[in-house]
Structure formats: C-alpha cells, structure tokens
C-alpha cells in the first residue's frame, strides 16, 4: 500500500497538464484589472481633453463678441451651447458648471480661487462676459463619473467615484464694438 502512494505521488508530482491554466487564472484577475484601469484612465484623460477643447471654443465666441451681441437669444445659452456642441460625446453637458467673470488684469486670474462644496459643485456661478476689450476669466468644472470601483477608489476627488476636471481660460476680448460715422 506504502509503494502505491509513494508511486501515486511521483507521478502526480511530474505532472504538468495543468499547469498553465493554474497559471492564468491566478493572473487573469489582476490582469483584467491592470486593463480596464488603462481604459478608465484613458477615457478620464479623453473626459479632460474634450472639456478643454470645449472651453477653448466657447472662449472664442466671448473673445470674438458673438456671445455678447447675440441677439434675440440670452448670452448664457449661446455661451452654453458652444460648449456643450464640442463636449457631448464623452460628457454629460447638464454636469457642466461653469464661472464666467471679467478681471481687471490678467494678474488677478492667479488671485481667484476655485470654490466648491462638499459635493464638487461651483459655489459661485456669475457669468459675465466682458464688453469689448475686456479681460475675461472663464472656468468650467465637471465631475467625471469613474466607471469602476476600484480604479475610483483610487483616482476619485468626491462621493460618488467622482474625479473632478477643470479647465480655465483668461482672454482679452477683442474691439468688437465700432463707432458708427
């Protein structure tokens, strides 16, 4: 009985068949994770470039004047609209908060800081958009919904697995206004 446990052992110990699928299940979950974390963080960091771009036109339509001479329609919406026309693929535009406000330099933008509450939404919301040749600060903030648990355990600023994603332009609009003669 000894010699065939012994030469059950021998045998089971020279085995390989298994080994491999032993292998990759003990690194298949880490490995799932590793993956969706570089998808996660691809599509925050997408979340971000699209929000600057976003901003990057809107600011072109208050710097050019057509935010502030629109007519017939309420500044706040066409400003809101050139942002949400660039950001509607990877964010929800209804999320998007934003500051608009005139300086009296470009030096006073390092002077404003960014309030928010417990629950990252913009205390203060003015929107201003200058008249002609003015420096306007414009800021927007949007919570980026983390998809996964784990990743936005790590990666999230607010409940929620919420990561917090600004992005601020100061400009100088340009002489829009002309003297009629």
């Not at 690194?27 to 998808?39: E, H, Q, T, W």
């Not at 329609?73 to 929800?92: G, K, M, N, S, Y």
Request: negative net charge; charged residues 25%; hydrophobic residues 45%.
């Amino acid at each position: 009985m000894l010699c065939t446990v012994s030469r059950a052992m021998r045998v089971w110990s020279g085995a390989r068949e298994g080994t491999t699928a032993i292998e990759f299940s003990l690194l298949a979950v880490p490995f799932v994770y590793f993956v969706v974390g570089i998808i996660e963080l691809s599509l925050l960091f997408v979340g971000s470039s699209t929000l600057q771009g976003a901003v990057f036109d809107a600011a072109r339509k208050i710097r050019t004047g057509q935010v502030q001479q629109a007519e017939g329609d309420d500044p706040e919406d066409v400003f809101r609209e050139a942002l949400c026309a660039h950001a509607t693929l990877f964010l929800d535009c209804d999320a998007i908060q934003y500051q608009v406000e005139p300086l009296d330099s470009f030096a006073d933008a390092d002077d404003e800081e960014l309030e928010l509450d417990d629950d990252g939404n913009l205390v203060n919301q003015p929107f201003d958009p200058g008249g002609s040749g003015d420096i306007v600060m414009i800021r927007v903030v949007y919570l980026y919904p983390m998809l996964t648990p784990v990743i936005g355990e790590f990666f999230s600023d607010y409940p929620g697995n919420k990561k917090l994603i600004t992005a601020t332009v100061v400009i100088e609009t340009e002489p829009y206004e002309f003297d009629d003669e």
